[in-house]
């Protein structure tokens, strides 16, 4: 079974003046068909206003469809009594780690999802330490959040999510604000809940370096799906995502443009092993 | 020299239990029309060393001095200070409030005290320097992209005409062509107008890409202060603070420990193209 499923999701942002008239109508999402199986690790690239992050808020029900319906795990968004279960099985991390951390102590903060959940004190006792241990934060659980560096921040974020035993994380730009370390970090963590602990993952982000790890890349443009496949399929469409306001990583742009010079280069390198032992064995 | 950093430090809460150094004896020399990057990992430093800049922050100890006067003298005008040196936050986006972008770009120059006619030309003038075209300045700042909302934050700043420019990070959260767009309007402005721009940033690349010299800081220290081939040229230091090199300079390192003869002194996809056909000349297939 699909963990998200989408037929033709249409979603209009609609403004209406004082007297309720609409004023005018935004179509954020146009018409979206997405297939993500149990276990994938997607990524979502798109310009600003592309209608990223309005998929993403329709994964854990923030937003419903205005057309067309979305299943998580076979549940529609749609029905209210899904919505519990939905959001318990689809987790979300935003941008700013500082927006998402609420207790004064690293482990609190991790307990906090599953206390709602109601989950018994054992229980959420054994979730806090395995989660953290997950996102390889466990000797901070004594820890003041404010103390942390922002990747780690958001790996505790993450960690908060994983105490709830979700199915699938909704990433939104989780390292927009982070240095290289902290991005390093975060990055590393997701893809090892991906690959460890079988968890759906949906990336977004504008950094195109860290989509290189993902199973399959969506781009988006003006609220529709332009263009799909494996990084490697789509970093090697330079030009094509330029149009789309995007970019390839540093190291994938220089193969290309060595590649165009007229060195035997293959298309779609994605890291900087690959080009040098693309190079070294072009030389003597 | 137009900023004088002497020995300043900075503790923040000083006697509580949250007390902490954040700027630990920095000094500091700028020249007028230098384009320089502020690295260094999140909580080294960086921010409270620009908000000491503009006198947002005043230095525990320590003097500064700002086209040779002494930013703490009794009688040296801390509002010039600020309009001279221009700091654009974080998501400075965040920061408009007015009605229309004519009105939010004019507000600076407008409590300034200047006439309308300057104030008028002010505005115009900074909103074509960031890219905004006439038809937007009636717009209600809010109906705007993400990007266009962050080029008339900016405009906000240059229509004080500061003589010192200074970014925190001002492509967070852009796509890669918004990124492009507000970096390369920087670039122009710092080129035409010889203003001196300090650019903050965690993206090793667009350092590489736009400053001649960069500043590391690593917890309250000023650590490194180079030209930028050099900094990059210490990747295995950087790392260890919590940075890195571009992706570029990684490769031809990676090349030349295998023993191909290629120059390590390499930041940008240009540079390094350049570099790697030097040495592989002879191996180019003409199509």
């Not at chain 1, 496949?229 to 789309?244: C, N, W």
């Not at chain 2, 502020?38 to 525990?60: D, R, V």
């Not at chain 2, 004080?160 to 309007?185: H, K, N, S, W, Y």
């Amino acid at each position: 079974m699909d963990m998200i499923k989408t037929r033709d999701l249409t979603f209009e942002y609609i403004r209406r003046d004082e007297g309720g008239n609409v004023e005018s109508i935004n179509r954020a999402i146009d018409g979206v068909n997405l297939d993500v199986k149990k276990g994938d690790f997607i990524a979502i690239l798109g310009a600003n206003g592309s209608g990223k992050s309005t998929l993403a808020k329709h994964i854990n029900a923030l937003l419903y469809p205005t057309e067309g319906a979305v299943w998580v795990n076979g549940l529609n968004t749609a029905e209210e009594k899904n919505l519990l279960e939905i959001r318990r099985s689809a987790g979300m991390v935003f941008q700013n780690p500082d927006n998402q951390i609420i207790a004064t102590v690293v482990e609190e903060d991790v307990g906090f999802g599953p206390e709602n959940l109601g989950i018994p004190t054992e229980e959420i006792l054994k979730r806090v330490e395995e989660s953290l241990k997950a996102v390889g934060m466990f000797e901070y659980r004594k820890q003041s959040p404010n103390k942390l560096s922002g990747g780690q921040k958001q790996r505790v974020a993450i960690a908060g999510i994983m105490a709830m035993k979700p199915q699938c994380i909704v990433l939104d730009e989780p390292t927009a604000m982070l240095d290289p370390e902290g991005r390093k970090e975060v990055i590393s963590t997701v893809c090892s809940l991906n690959k460890l602990e079988k968890i759906t993952v949906l990336l977004i982000t504008h950094h195109m370096d860290e989509v290189i790890y993902a199973d399959k890349v969506f781009v988006m443009d003006r609220g529709k799906i332009v263009m799909q496949g494996t990084p490697r399929e789509i970093f090697s469409r330079v030009d094509e995502l330029k149009k789309y306001r995007l970019d390839v990583p540093q190291v994938t742009e220089l193969a290309y443009e060595l590649k165009k010079e007229g060195l035997d280069i293959p298309d779609g390198v994605l890291s900087i092993q690959e080009l040098v032992d693309a190079l070294l064995r072009l030389y003597p | 020299m137009q900023i004088i950093f002497d020995n300043v430090h900075y503790v923040y809460s000083s006697g509580t239990s949250f007390e902490k150094h954040a700027l630990k004896g920095i000094n500091l020399k700028i020249n007028k029309g230098e384009f320089i990057g502020l690295i260094g990992h999140t909580g080294s430093g960086k921010s409270t060393l620009i908000q000491h800049m503009n006198g947002l922050i005043k230095a525990t100890s320590g003097k500064i001095y700002f086209n040779g006067e002494d930013i703490y003298d009794k009688n040296f005008d801390m509002r010039t200070l600020r309009s001279k040196v221009g700091l654009v936050f974080q998501y400075p986006e965040h920061q408009l409030f007015e009605t229309t972008v004519y009105k939010d770009v004019s507000f600076g120059p407008k409590n300034l005290g200047l006439d309308k006619l300057e104030v008028d030309l002010r505005t115009y003038e900074a909103l074509k320097m960031v890219g905004i075209g006439d038809d937007l300045i009636d717009a209600s700042p809010f109906e705007l992209s993400g990007g266009q909302k962050r080029r008339v934050a900016i405009a906000g700043i240059l229509a004080m005409q500061p003589e010192v420019l200074i970014l925190d990070e001002p492509t967070a959260g852009l796509d890669p062509r918004g990124r492009d767009e507000i970096l390369d309007q920087i670039a122009k402005l710092h080129k035409e107008k010889n203003i001196t721009v300090i650019l903050v940033t965690h993206s090793m690349e667009d350092v590489a890409k736009y400053v001649d010299r960069i500043l590391v800081m690593n917890n309250g220290n000023l650590v490194m202060d180079e030209e930028k081939v050099k900094i990059f040229s210490r990747y295995k230091e950087l790392e260890k603070m919590h940075l890195a090199a571009p992706q570029v300079t990684y490769v031809v390192n990676a090349l030349k420990e295998k023993g191909i003869p290629v120059s390590t002194d390499v930041t940008t996809v240009d540079e390094a193209k350049n570099e790697i056909l030097k040495v592989f000349k002879d191996k180019i297939q003409k199509i």
